[in-house]
């Protein structure tokens, strides 16, 4: 099986290799891109939504159902195709290390005859085989979030670097004495996590009080995170805080720190702004904070921009959507979906937050 795997993975580097070679654009980076656009100027720059051919649909590939972020994210595609009367097939691979289940769901999305594709890969290099697929049938392809298809025309989400540099500032701010923090990473090479990794570290370092004295892979997985978290605990009982690429991963983190009697001494920040982070645990005092992508919003984002291209607009290669640090002293502001966030968003927008 393993062998199985490897040759697979190799076949799918060939091909990325291959399509990078083929692409005009430079490789993207989400986060440095130029030729951007905030998601709260895309009205006013090109204008209402736009009519469309009559039969549009859409077909979205996400990494898993498993996760609230994903479901999430595929109840804002829901919600903008039902307002604009546009169709919309969501899936995702069974879990999080499907990367071959999720290329052939992909794939087959592309012959059914779907107008635009949104895809949030599993991993950088996983979807790259369907750029030149979607190319040749002529559908537009958005990568929403998380990892970066190099050779992706249009992207968006939120900028990745910023999750890991907003709870560093938190430790700067409330810290001020700094002392040893940990990180538990998402998995291993894939953009999102690398981008948010960096984004704390050299933050929190730079601030010169601080150690980071761990940073392993937890794969986006509660109970890894659980277990990494026990054994950094060990090796570092006067550690003051954590930081997670995740909330799935945070809330293993947080019962870790639980079971070691730390929780008044060791902050625990996740990332995503799920639910449980919110209800179970923010509220309750025992997740310090995460930092919110807001999922649903970037969704109906998502959707919105794909459609813009179906519709023959040239929007920027990438579209940003936003994100806030979560603590107890804000978080009912920003709970929840609807209209209220919106506006609060918005607000954050206008104020340049």
């Known amino acids: 099986m393993k062998l199985q795997l490897a040759s697979a993975a190799a076949a799918l580097m060939a091909l990325s290799i291959g399509s990078a070679l083929s692409a005009d654009l430079a490789p993207l980076n989400s986060d440095t891109e130029k030729d951007r656009i905030d998601w709260s100027q895309v009205e006013a720059k090109f ?3 736009p009519k469309l051919p009559d039969g549009t649909k859409a077909g979205a590939v996400s990494k898993t159902l498993t996760n609230e972020y994903w479901r999430s994210l595929g109840e804002g595609y829901k919600s903008l195709g039902d307002r604009v009367s ?3 097939v969501y899936q995702a691979a069974q ?14 999305l592309v012959t059914q005859g779907y107008n635009v594709l949104l895809v949030s890969p599993q991993t950088d290099s996983n979807l790259q085989p369907i750029m030149e697929q979607a190319k040749a049938a002529n559908v537009p392809v958005v990568n929403v979030n998380d990892a970066v298809i190099p050779q992706a025309e249009h992207y968006v989400g939120n900028l ?9 500032k938190w430790f700067i701010k409330n810290r001020p004495n700094g002392g040893k923090v940990a ?3 998402g998995q291993a090479g894939v953009y999102a996590a690398v981008q948010r990794t960096d984004g704390f570290k050299t933050t929190i370092t730079e601030a010169g ?18 277990d990494a978290a026990t054994n950094i605990l060990q090796q570092h009982p006067d550690l003051i805080g954590f930081y997670a690429n995740n909330d799935g991963m945070a809330l293993g983190i947080v019962e870790a720190v639980k079971a070691a009697g730390l929780q008044d001494k060791v902050a625990v920040f996740g990332t995503d702004g799920i639910s449980d982070a919110y209800d179970a645990s923010i509220r309750a005092g025992e997740l310090t904070g995460t930092v919110d992508s807001f999922p649903v919003l970037t969704g109906e984002v998502a959707l919105d921009t794909a459609l813009r291209l179906v519709a023959g607009q040239k929007l920027p290669r990438v579209v940003a959507t936003p994100q806030a640090l979560i603590t107890k002293d804000n978080a009912d502001r920003y709970s929840g ?15 340049g937050n």
Do not use: C, H, M
């Open 209 to 226: 009080k601080f150690e980071v004295v761990a940073s392993v892979p937890g794969n986006w997985d509660r109970q890894t995170s659980y």
């Open 86 to 88: 546009v169709p919309v």
């Open 160 to 168: 990745q670097r910023d999750n890991g540099l907003r709870v560093a």
């Open 95 to 108: 879990s999080e290390g499907d990367q071959l289940g999720q290329l052939t769901i992909a794939e087959g």
């Open 183 to 185: 990180i538990v990473e």
């Open 337 to 351: 979906a609807g209209a209220a966030v919106r506006k609060a968003l918005l607000e954050d927008a206008a104020a």
């Open 47 to 49: 204008g209402p939504f």
